[in-house]
Each structure stands twice: as structure tokens, then as C-alpha cells.
């Protein structure tokens, strides 16, 4: 089936807590960023953990190896279960949160293309095509490919195989989830969700169009 993941990305507590417990019975994890883990600390995980979804730091680390390491050790102590990295930093610095997320029995994901109009600019000429045969190398989990453009998509998941891919970029954006839902293992939908009226409603909406993945 495909996942239903949370960009849960208000800059406040109190905010961030209400939307997830409203959005929790509809989905299948939480993903945050900066802007909710700089304004509320790291400590903001340890709380959403209590709804008993995984959660995923979706801090596009992109740095040398070191650095990526102890960013890596402090997003799986703080209650963590996946990581997001770039991949054009190289090899050894995905392969360095790659083995501190399974020595947590936690997953890595590395961003191959991204959804926004300006992710096609440099992602291209076959980089991201790359980067999606470098997570096959460093033993990454999957990777982050746009919902927005669902035929580059289609031909990341030729080359990553039966791993991950997860999908921003439904919703605000315009990416069709019912187009992307079955070439995917999930969604992730974050404005549509978190700043709608009803975020429950929201949220049972898009979990409608979950579906076995093709």
C-alpha cells in the first residue's frame, strides 16, 4: 500500500500537536523539517512520538561525512525513525547517516529530485539518475522523487528497483495523487493538510487515494 506522510511544518507546538493528533488516525507517519525543529527544539519529536507514528527528519543533510554522522546521531537519539539526506554531497557522506540510521534500525532516504519548479534546474542531465543508482551503492533505503513530475519518477523507480520512494509535492504544489499513489510507497502532503480548516478531513481525504503500488 501506499503511505500517507505528514510535512508537518507550523512553526509552533501547540499548533504542530493539534494537527497531528486531528491528521493521526488517517495517516502513516509525520515527517518534519526545520522550520517546526528551529522554532520548538528537537525535543518537539519525543512529543509527536506519543501518537505512535514513524518519524522522519527531513533535514536534507548535506555536508562531509563527520558532519553528517553527528547530525545523523542526534535526529535518532531524539526519537527519530528516518532521515533525509542529499546525495550530491558524494557517496561517503550519504554512506555515513546511511550507517548510523541502521545502526538505530532506523531508514535514510536521499533526495534525487525535488518537487518544486526550481528542482528541475540542476537535478537533470542525468544527476538525479545518479544519485538513485548511488542508493543502491551506499545501501540507502529509497529515495525522495517528485510527485510533480511523475514521469521522472517512473524512470528513478526503473533504476532503484523494489526500494523507496517517497513523493512530495501533492497538494499545494499540484502533484495528482491519485497519478502518483501507485508507482510510489508514499505521499507526502503538508499545506493541504496543516493549514486546511478541518486538517482530519484533509488528511481522510488524501488517505483515500492510497493504493497497492504498481
Do not use: W
Not at 13 to 41: F, Q
Not at 153 to 174: N, Y
Not at 179 to 207: C, F, H, K, M, Q
Request: proline share 6%; glycine share 12%.
Amino acid at each position: 500500500m501506499t503511505d500517507l506522510i505528514l510535512a508537518l511544518d507550523p512553526t509552533s507546538r501547540d499548533d504542530a500537536l493539534r494537527i497531528a493528533s486531528a491528521a493521526a488516525p488517517h495517516i502513516d507517519a509525520i515527517k518534519i523539517g526545520y522550520p517546526l525543529i528551529l522554532a520548538e527544539g528537537l525535543g518537539i519529536a519525543k512529543e509527536l512520538a506519543a501518537f505512535g507514528l514513524p518519524l522522519i527528519a527531513d533535514f536534507k543533510v548535506a555536508d562531509i561525512p563527520n558532519t553528517n554522522r553527528l547530525i545523523a546521531e542526534q535526529v535518532f537519539r531524539a526519537g527519530f525513525s528516518g532521515i533525509i539526506c542529499h546525495g550530491f554531497p558524494g557517496s561517503d557522506s550519504v554512506e555515513a547517516c546511511v550507517t548510523v540510521a541502521h545502526e538505530h534500525r532506523g531508514e535514510c532516504y536521499v533526495v534525487a529530485e525535488m518537487s518544486h519548479p526550481g528542482g528541475a534546474e540542476f537535478f537533470q542531465g542525468g544527476t538525479a539518475e545518479r544519485i538513485a543508482r548511488m542508493v543502491i551503492d551506499t545501501g540507502a533505503d529509497g529515495i525522495i522523487a517528485p510527485a510533480t513530475r511523475p514521469e521522472r519518477t517512473r524512470i528513478l523507480r526503473e533504476i532503484i528497483g523494489d526500494r523507496k520512494i517517497l513523493s512530495p509535492g501533492v497538494g499545494a504544489q499540484g502533484g495528482d495523487p491519485g497519478t502518483i499513489a501507485g508507482l510510489v510507497d508514499g505521499i507526502i502532503v503538508g499545506r493541504a493538510i496543516y493549514e486546511a480548516d478541518n486538517p482530519a478531513e484533509a488528511a481522510a481525504a488524501y488517505s483515500g487515494v492510497r493504493t497497492n503500488r504498481n
